[in-house]
């Protein structure tokens, strides 16, 4: 797009303000950053840019205070950018949470701050009050009528102070029809607003709520009425700083073009990653040109333009080929606007910021702010502390198998990443997904959500009773590997008393997700490969992000798929009653077909996922790699799932309550896909953060094959040596795998899994549906062929050695079940995993796939045996909702076990 602002054909209102506002919390954008906004803004036809950061607490907070002449010359340095470009920059300054309107002095102050403000070159401004408490104090009460009056006068004076500046843009505290008490056309605030404030001063609006879904023209025409004014749509239908899981990548939608002559204007308030915008920014510009609403255009009967398009992008691979529906030269159909198809002429010209050279270095942060911190994780119960070891490096163990001991082993080696390797805000009224964190069967899916956000400025300090009760105010669930501290959880771990960490038996376990570097990769592939990032990654990128009530295409496929595999795993049972193995059904043939069609989207998911990891463009990669990490994940973990559904023919789905659709809740599309597996969706095991370099290693989990025990006992034996004990397996090479894992693999194959990198096979998770039952098999039939196979030693030695103990240990299993006394924690669980491991959220996806499978199956409950001393291994399983059983620790050992 070249158009410049006069190039606004579908707008008759000459001074349509249209543009951005960097109203968010968290980090700023950058000087480098806004210059480049400048360009794109002036270059998409936009003409206006809003300063309103709340990291600059000069704005807010502290509005009272000068700008030092450092921070002056950056405010200079932005203002003489903007102009270059012929951006409109306005300064927007707060002063309501403490600000006594009745005061000369607090009003020079004012006067003085915007006047320093002039002298850096400014020519716009705005005055917000929005986010504040209505109460004025005694001595504004005695000097004015009402809140309204008072914000009105000041508002005034600044603005004929200021030489009635052309645009002067103002907040009111009641800026959604939502928040407008008791009505819109009834507030007294509004009315007092449209009639007192001068008429050259425009008003901010966002529309029936704070991140409106619709907004309709007859809304537009009630306030526009009340205020005497058209508004100006403060928009923050991209908004994602209230909510750490979530981008929005979808197109400017919702808002039909006849508004816009009933506008002032519409300025956006994007996401906080700027790098992420692009398509935001550059639809709303497309729009801002439109006359007419392309659901209205579109003739009934024919092929709708967003099929057209998702037809064209399937069938295109280059993007010089790609020919766009209503680009052929019909003139009139580009003053129609359809989301879809401007999203797609935002994603071919946004290719060429991701091939655009630029440089970031420093760990992965998202801007957002974040209570959340990572949560380090180790693999073995050490022996003994290497020296100049930090103690969180030591790692941990699970249980053992059955009626064996734990085998002794020792600490992890450390090891590093390879290289391949306040504001109108965001969210309107959500249901609460406190009640039921699954999705009812056969819940049907559309494309929108009934409910509606609510909560300005969602991030602010002291929220009010009528705010406690919003969605948006509680706590992030669903950001994969950061880690929220529980108050309860806590006070569990203090209780644990402290313990000597001397040597121990341990069963090598959840390994201590290692210790990262700070290298980051840099290599780029080479050109024209398969590496290089497409237009049909990037439509499936915008898709999996698209906008707060609405899942973009290959999205929505991903939940319809998912929840019909899940739904009719039951056909895989049915299928083949009465028929021999070599002639599925029909409906099992679908089944099959549907699960390869939902592997090849989650490899097309890791193809994005690995292409991005090489894009010339750093800065936008460091932008969109958590995301697009914490979403594979996800996906890559539902994948499992399924496969495992197609081992094991179905699961029990009497599991499954709530009726709910899934996108209404907090979290985005990986929260909705989360929220179809078997477990409760407010648990830690959602909890993660993404790495802090960018990798590209893929780690994938899938079920077990008997064909593969030899490389699972290969796998034992690579860690028991890699833990520094002595090598044993020359003279029994299974013996290991015997001990740890063979009564799981032989006896409860069905409840395995197995960790893969690119070459091989790198963890394993075992378990068993009813632990009783598989101690009682193994007296039966595993512990004699393994009193067979080992002979037992003969040596009178007081110290055995390590072969000889287990080999006894064989010979004189426990005569009573082990889980006998645990209740409703039936299934015994143990993973473990290579040091070589790096990304630390395969443990807990790991333990998430086989809590789904047993819960599936009708498990209520699974549990671990863990040393007293392996504080770590403690810390990590109450993380996961593991609570101690009480009344069954021994002199070294307790249980933890997870009610489902």
């Known amino acids: 797009m070249t158009e410049r602002r006069n190039g606004n054909r579908g707008n008759t209102n000459q001074r349509f303000i249209c543009g951005v506002i960097e109203g968010f919390y968290g980090r700023p954008w950058t000087l480098d950053q806004r210059k480049d906004l400048y360009t794109k803004l002036a270059r998409f036809g936009m003409d206006t840019y809003v300063y309103a950061p709340k990291d600059d607490y000069k704005h807010r907070a502290y509005w009272r205070e000068m700008y030092t002449v450092e921070e002056g010359d950056h405010l200079t340095a932005l203002i003489t950018a903007a102009k270059s470009e012929g951006i409109k920059f306005v300064y927007a300054l707060s002063p309501g949470l403490d600000m006594c309107y009745s005061s000369a002095k607090e009003v020079n102050l004012l006067k003085k701050k915007l006047d320093q403000i002039v002298q850096f070159g400014c020519e716009a401004f705005a005055l917000l009050f929005d986010d504040i408490e209505s109460e004025m104090n005694e001595q504004d009460k005695e000097m004015f009528k009402s809140f309204a009056f008072a914000q009105v006068s000041v508002s005034n004076q600044i603005y004929e102070h200021l030489s009635q500046p052309e645009c002067f843009l103002f907040c009111p505290t009641q800026y959604c029809a939502s928040r407008a008490i008791p009505d819109v056309r009834n507030s007294e605030y509004l009315n007092t607003i449209g009639e007192k404030l001068a008429p050259g001063i425009d008003i901010f609006w966002t529309g029936p709520k704070v991140i409106s879904r619709i907004i309709s023209v007859e809304s537009i025409e009630e306030i526009s009425e009340v205020l005497h004014r058209p508004p100006v749509i403060w928009d923050n239908l991209h908004a994602n700083d209230y909510d750490q899981k979530r981008l929005f990548l979808g197109p400017y939608s919702g808002r039909v073009p006849e508004l816009i002559p009933k506008l002032r204007g519409v300025i956006t308030n994007p996401n906080c990653e700027y790098g992420a915008n692009f398509v935001a920014i550059h639809s709303l510009a497309q729009w801002s040109r439109c006359k007419i609403d392309g659901k209205k255009f579109l003739d009934a009967e024919s092929e709708s333009a967003d099929i057209r398009l998702e037809k064209d992008v399937a069938s295109s691979r280059a993007t010089s080929t790609i020919t766009l529906y209503g680009d052929e030269g019909a003139d009139d159909r580009d003053e129609v606007y359809i989301p879809r198809r401007a999203l797609k002429r935002s994603v071919i010209e946004w290719l060429s910021e991701f091939r655009r050279s630029k440089s970031m270095w420093g760990p992965i942060t998202k801007p957002q702010p974040s209570g959340m911190s990572p949560i380090s994780l180790s693999s073995f119960t050490p022996n003994q502390t290497k020296e100049g070891q930090n103690q969180d490096e030591l790692s941990y163990k699970s249980p053992p198998a059955m009626e064996l001991k734990p085998i002794d082993s020792s600490d992890t080696v450390e090891v590093h990443f390879r290289s391949p390797a306040d504001s109108p805000h965001s969210a309107e009224e959500l249901p609460s997904s406190k009640s039921s964190g699954i999705l009812g069967p056969a819940t049907p899916l559309s494309l929108v959500s009934q409910g509606s956000l609510e909560g300005m400025d969602v991030n602010s300090g002291p929220v009010s009773p009528a705010q406690k009760d919003e969605p948006m105010q509680e706590p992030d669930v669903v950001s994969f590997m950061a880690v929220e501290e529980e108050t309860a959880k806590e006070s569990r771990l203090k209780s644990i008393p402290e313990v000597d960490t001397g040597p121990v038996d341990s069963t090598r376990s959840i390994p201590s997700p290692p210790y990262i570097s700070n290298q980051m990769i840099t290599d780029l592939p080479p050109s024209n490969s398969e590496f ?123 599991f499954v309550t709530g009726e709910e659709e899934p996108w209404v809740f907090r979290g985005g599309l990986a929260t909705d896909l989360q929220r179809l597996l078997p477990i409760e969706s407010n648990s830690d095991l959602f909890l993660h953060k993404s790495p802090d370099v960018v990798t590209r290693q893929v780690y994938t989990i899938r079920p077990y094959l008997p064909s593969e025990e030899q490389a699972v006992y290969n796998l034992c034996n690579k860690m028991w040596k890699d833990s520094g004990n002595p090598d044993i397996t020359e003279q029994y090479p299974e013996l290991l795998g015997d001990k740890m894992i063979g009564p799981f693999v032989t006896l409860s194959p069905e409840f395995c899994f197995v960790v893969e990198d690119n070459s091989s096979i790198v963890g394993y998770a075992v378990a068993a549906l009813d632990g009783a039952n598989l101690w009682k098999k193994s007296m039966i039939a595993w512990a004699p062929e393994m009193q067979r196979k080992y002979n037992l030693p003969v040596s009178e030695v007081e110290h055995k050695t390590i072969i000889e103990d287990i080999i006894k240990e064989m010979h004189q299993p426990q005569q009573t079940s082990p889980v006998e006394m645990r209740g409703s924690f039936s299934s015994p669980i143990h993973v473990s995993l290579l040091n070589s491991v790096c990304d630390q959220s395969v443990p807990k996806r790991l333990v998430t796939c086989v809590i789904a499978a047993l819960r599936g199956h009708g498990s209520s409950g699974c549990y671990v045996e863990l040393k007293k001393s392996d504080l770590p291994a403690i810390e990590f399983y109450c993380r996961l909702g593991f609570n101690e059983i009480s009344g069954l620790d021994t002199e070294n050992t307790t249980y933890f076990g997870r009610h489902f």
């Open 532 to 654: 290089e990032i497409t237009v049909e990654d990037i439509f499936l990128l915008c898709d999996l992000f698209y906008l707060p009530f609405e899942h973009g295409t290959e999205g929505l496929k991903l939940l319809q798929e998912f929840s019909w595999l899940k739904q009719n795993s039951h056909l895989l049972n049915e299928g083949h009653k009465g028929k021999g193995a070599s002639s599925p059904s029909r409906e099992v043939r679908e089944w099959h077909d549907r699960a390869s069609r939902f592997d090849e989207m989650s490899r097309a998911l890791n193809r994005l996922f690995t292409r991005l990891t090489y894009i010339n463009n750093r800065e936008l990669l460091y932008d969109l790699y958590p995301y697009v990490w914490d979403m594979r994940g996800v996906v890559s973990l539902l994948n499992a799932y399924v496969k495992w559904l197609g081992f094991n023919k179905s699961s029990n789905e009497s």
